[in-house]
């Protein structure tokens, strides 16, 4: 009811879905490539990896979105894309966020499937990619996981997108940065239902996605 009767609490959930779907999706596709390649390969270095990836999984939001802003500012090295205080801002900031959870559970879920599957794939002949793709389709319910995880970072998060989002009426204002702005001015109701809906979504997209994990399992 409260979004058939707001249109503009409506277009604020459809941002929201956006830019988190998204920053989730691309997140987790350039991290799980560095989870799978911290699970079967041994090289220099790996262990430091894995040991920075689990760490970045709890890589302070506004830190991010400094780090963001200050590579898309005007005197930044991206500053000539004009893309600050823009959904495509906030969705960067976001895969900074969501990738290095991709990469560690990607590395969690993968390692022992390698452990059992390793030695019979290179026996028969298999290249590295094509070990991947056998080790991935053998844990989807755990990547799935992962990538839940990478969308409920996302969906959840309110510094990095208000640092380069800014929290724009209209244009980059999404449900957390409508709750952060609703409570400061006090409307408490106002924001209690952006956060009715906030937690109403994320259960909704997290219940789709277990159900189409125990499909495929």
């Not at 991290?31 to 040991?51: D, I």
């Not at 895969?95 to 991709?102: E, F, K, W």
């Not at 709750?179 to 408490?188: M, P, R, S, V």
Request: aromatic share 4%; net charge positive; proline share 5%.
């Amino acid at each position: 009811m409260l979004l058939a009767a707001d249109p503009e609490l409506l277009a604020i959930v459809a941002l929201s879905l956006r830019v988190s779907l998204t920053a989730a999706v691309v997140g987790f596709a350039l991290g799980l490539p560095v989870g799978a390649a911290l699970a079967m390969l041994r090289f220099r270095g790996r262990g430091a990896l894995v040991v920075l990836s689990n760490t970045l999984m709890g890589l302070p939001p506004v830190v991010a979105g400094l780090v963001v802003y200050l590579a898309l500012s005007r005197s930044g090295p991206f500053g000539f894309l004009a893309i600050l205080f823009t959904p495509t801002a906030m969705v960067i900031a976001q895969v900074v966020l969501t990738l290095p959870i991709a990469a560690a559970l990607s590395h969690r879920a993968l390692a022992p499937r390698w452990a059992e599957l390793g030695d019979p794939l290179r026996v028969d002949g298999a290249g590295v990619v094509g070990c991947g793709r056998v080790l991935a389709a053998a844990s989807i319910p755990a990547l799935a996981t992962a990538f839940l995880a990478c969308f409920g970072r996302a969906i959840a998060e309110v510094g990095a997108i208000l640092v380069v989002g800014g929290n724009i009426r209209g244009h980059t204002r999404t449900m957390t940065t409508a709750i952060a702005l609703e409570t400061q001015k006090g409307d408490l109701p106002l924001a209690l239902a952006l956060g009715l809906v906030l937690i109403s979504v994320a259960l909704a997209v997290n219940a789709i996605g277990l159900a189409l994990t125990a499909r495929a399992a």
